[in-house]
């Protein structure tokens, strides 16, 4: 063999191995296939993950560094979370991402009837709620109810005792879609509804006026009117 036939085989061997035959895309297209790979992760993503989906010749790293430096300021930062990358909202702007949620709650069955009676009634005293129920109310059944801000505290009655009035809130108008009290619906409707039972009055009986078919609808429970 020849001195010029030795040369070809020694210029191979000196090639890089791997060396791709297609030219690797410009680094702006670099910068999209990370941005795009970055935006669809669930979790941060190292740079060699992200150079193994790439086209072979891709440099993520460097893309990587590019792409960092494209999103300071903006809204989006590219950060590291320690060898992997991720999409994170700017810190400054976090207040944005807070939600708040409604933690939805049951009304004990003392509190649904208490609450209907205020409703109903207003302004009621403490002392005519238990007149109504039959039973004391409890302090904390109260309390439940104002702290939902269903209920307020009203005028003092002018009778021995000054005793606080209970009424219920524009809140609680607003939750169940009602322009003032007067809107509650009577005992009809709640029939209707379904909500109370049809019990047929004695024979002779007068037909009860608002106000008693009110009274009446509190006594034998609408509960799950109130229910929340």
Not at 40 to 54: D, G, H
Request: hydrophobic content about 40%; aromatic content about 6%.
């Amino acid at each position: 063999m020849t001195e010029d036939d030795e040369q070809p085989q020694a210029e191979a061997a000196d090639e890089t191995p791997g060396e791709s035959l297609f030219e690797a895309p410009p680094m702006g297209e670099q910068e999209r296939m990370v941005e795009a790979m970055l935006f669809a992760a669930s979790e941060p993503v190292t740079s060699r993950e992200l150079e193994a989906r790439m086209p072979h010749g891709c440099d993520a790293a460097e893309a990587l560094v590019h792409l960092r430096k494209r999103y300071e300021g903006r809204g989006v930062h590219l950060v590291r979370v320690g060898e992997a990358w991720a999409m994170r909202t700017a810190p400054d702007l976090g207040f944005l991402m807070t939600r708040e949620t409604v933690e939805t709650r049951k009304l004990s069955r003392a509190a649904i009837e208490t609450l209907a009676i205020i409703a109903y009634h207003q302004p009621v005293t403490r002392a005519e709620i238990e007149e109504i129920r039959g039973v004391s109310v409890s302090r904390g059944t109260v309390d439940q109810l104002l702290e939902m801000e269903w209920v307020r505290f009203g005028r003092r009655r002018m009778t021995p005792g000054r005793p606080v009035t209970f009424v219920v809130t524009e809140s609680f108008l607003d939750h169940f879609g009602l322009e003032n009290a007067r809107d509650l619906p009577g005992l009809a409707e709640l029939r209707a509804a379904g909500l109370l039972e049809s019990r047929p009055r004695p024979e002779g009986a007068p037909e009860a006026s608002e106000d008693e078919d009110a009274e009446e609808a509190v006594q034998t429970g609408q509960s799950e009117l109130f229910e929340d």
